[in-house]
């Protein structure tokens, strides 16, 4: 069992940044592979960022790429969601999300239903 707490977030203009982090109870934090998600009003959860186990491997959505950086400190329980030059598009409340597998194809990395913890969410709101 993992609980996942996150922290971070508000409110920026266009163009501006943000970090969100995220705490992971348990002591086999490196053993997750992590990830982030957004969820709009009316929309879908869509895949932001992930990370490998080691931090190693980083994956992005192709709405984020360039703007956004995933990144983790094993040694604090912790990964993190740096945000520059928001757009008002990237308004949604932002979910970190853990699982044990380990995925090499993009599509499966980026499946909601592939994730088995996840944080209590955090809003995001960019204005123009």
């Known amino acids: 069992q993992v609980l996942l707490v996150q922290s971070g977030g508000g409110l920026a203009q266009a163009g501006g940044s943000l970090r969100l982090s995220c705490a992971a109870s348990g002591r086999t934090f490196s053993t997750y592979s992590m990830g982030w998600f957004r969820q709009a009003p009316g929309k879908e959860r869509e895949f932001v960022a992930g990370i490998s186990g080691s931090g190693a491997s980083t994956y992005y959505a192709d709405s984020v790429k360039g703007r956004f950086t995933i990144s983790r400190d094993n040694t604090k329980n912790t990964v993190y969601l740096q945000m520059t030059s928001l757009k008002p598009e990237d308004t949604a409340v932002y979910y970190c999300?853990?699982?044990?597998?380990?995925?090499?194809?993009?599509?499966?990395?980026?499946?909601?239903?592939?994730?088995?913890?996840w944080g209590q969410g955090t809003q995001v709101t960019v204005s123009a």
């Open positions: 999300a853990a699982t044990r597998s380990y995925y090499t194809d993009y599509d499966r990395r980026a499946d909601p239903s592939n994730y088995n913890y």
